[in-house]
């Protein structure tokens, strides 16, 4: 792909933040948030062997998902941070994986592309448009653009032949077992690009599409009363048999799709869902009597059975929850009281690797846990930076949204 002659390099927008080890993390303290973030960011990064000239995937076993969640992770990064000096391999990454489609359907990947796969890159790229982020290319469709390319080809797999509807967890019969399994990653993955596009567009067929995929994810019980969102439910049983298992971020993607609605439509039941799966998410904290607050994948922390995926699930929980709280401020205290003791003890658990810096997994222990990697990194980033979702600027809309074609350049640039 061709990128504009005209870009400029990162360094001519970048904030001068001065890296500072977590351990001696000060959440009151902006400043000295933004250091700390620098240097999980660059630990983070260590993964990426891509350019600004290349994508590059993740090494085994992280999969072509991941590499979409770390960008999400890193566009957050750049915008709470001021920091721009990955921006240009961020749009690299971004736009080297359109697809002949610019839908996010890359043929390369198909052997492990399922629905919610797409949707995570579909998360990245809409924050891109939400942010006038610099698009360098210009023979590849807007952000904007990109994004409702991926909405189509999302919504077209909308799936009526049993339980109603829903999307599958799979797309194509290489990955057999998903296609009988309708999760409420994919389907919230839906949730929130149609609540993300209505709000960016006005085009009320999106919203359309939010309330039918929130009615329905709530009718075949994938979300119940109290707010628990679970896993998902078998297409052969009609979702009769949901799966009881809850992961943090299941949870946090319908939040945050339903924070976006509360503000694109002002009807207070978009409010009163945002607040009850955020309550209901309580039961991703306190571990033990002796960590109150403490965040935790409850359904393996506790018995060593996290892969390589799950390690990085509490990530997009913190990304969703504190970018909800934007749109929906009644959720800051909870906010308050359960993610200023976990970015603490995410921070506490950032000492160990060769670096000293690097990030673990349970941090409810007190400190390091003797085990690290790309999810570790990008857990602590997440849940340290998110810190700053107040001092940024509101995703944008309608005709705040414009195609920046250079980097450093200001946001309201055409």
């Known amino acids: 792909m061709r990128f504009a002659k005209s870009m400029r390099p990162a360094a001519a927008g970048t904030a001068l933040i001065a890296a500072i080890a977590p351990k001696d993390l000060n959440i009151n303290d902006p400043s000295n948030i933004k250091g700390v973030a620098k240097t999980i960011a660059a630990d983070t990064m260590q993964y990426y062997s891509g350019t600004a000239d290349k994508f590059v995937d993740l090494p085994q076993p992280h999969y072509w998902w991941q590499a979409g969640a770390l960008m999400g992770g890193m566009l957050d990064y750049s915008h709470y941070t001021g920091d721009k000096s990955y921006d240009p391999l961020i749009a690299r990454a971004l736009l080297g994986q359109v697809g002949p489609n610019f839908d996010y359907m890359l043929p390369s990947h198909f052997g492990q592309e399922g629905n919610d796969d797409q949707a995570f890159w579909g998360f990245a790229v809409m924050s891109a448009a939400e942010r006038n982020f610099p698009h360098p290319d210009e023979s590849v469709p807007s952000w904007l653009q990109l994004g409702e390319n991926l909405w189509n080809s999302l919504a077209s797999r909308w799936n009526t032949t049993a339980c109603g509807g829903g999307l599958l967890w799979q797309i194509f019969a290489s990955n057999p077992n998903g296609l009988d399994y309708k999760n409420t990653v994919s389907n919230g993955g839906l949730f929130q690009i149609s609540a993300r596009l209505a709000r960016a567009t006005g085009n009320d067929t999106y919203l359309e599409w939010a309330n039918k995929v929130w009615d329905w994810t709530e009718a075949v019980g994938m979300i119940d009363q109290a707010g628990n969102v679970y896993d998902g439910a078998h297409a052969s049983r009609n979702c009769t048999d949901t799966n009881p298992v809850t992961f943090s971020y ?51 922390e506790w018995v060593n059975s996290c892969n390589t995926d799950m390690r990085s699930f509490k990530a997009y929980f913190s990304r969703f929850v504190y970018a909800a709280s934007r749109f929906v401020p009644s959720i800051q205290s909870t906010i308050d009281e359960l993610w200023h003791p976990s970015a603490l003890a995410a921070a506490r658990s950032c000492t160990g690797g060769a670096s000293g810096t690097a990030c673990s997994h349970k941090w409810y222990t007190g400190g390091f846990d003797g085990t690290t990697g790309l999810g570790e990194e990008q857990c602590a980033l997440e849940t340290i930076q998110g810190l700053l979702v107040r001092e940024a600027a509101l995703p944008l809309k309608g005709d705040e949204i414009k195609t920046v074609r250079t980097f450093g350049a200001s946001s309201s640039q055409n």
Not at 261 to 285: C, N, P, Y
């Open 250 to 300: 299941s949870a946090a993607i319908y939040l945050y799709g339903a924070a976006v609605l509360a503000d694109h439509t002002g009807d207070q039941k978009w409010v009163e869902r945002t607040e009850r799966i955020l309550e209901a998410s309580r039961s991703f904290f306190s571990p033990f009597d002796n960590a109150t607050n403490i965040m935790y994948e409850h359904a393996c």
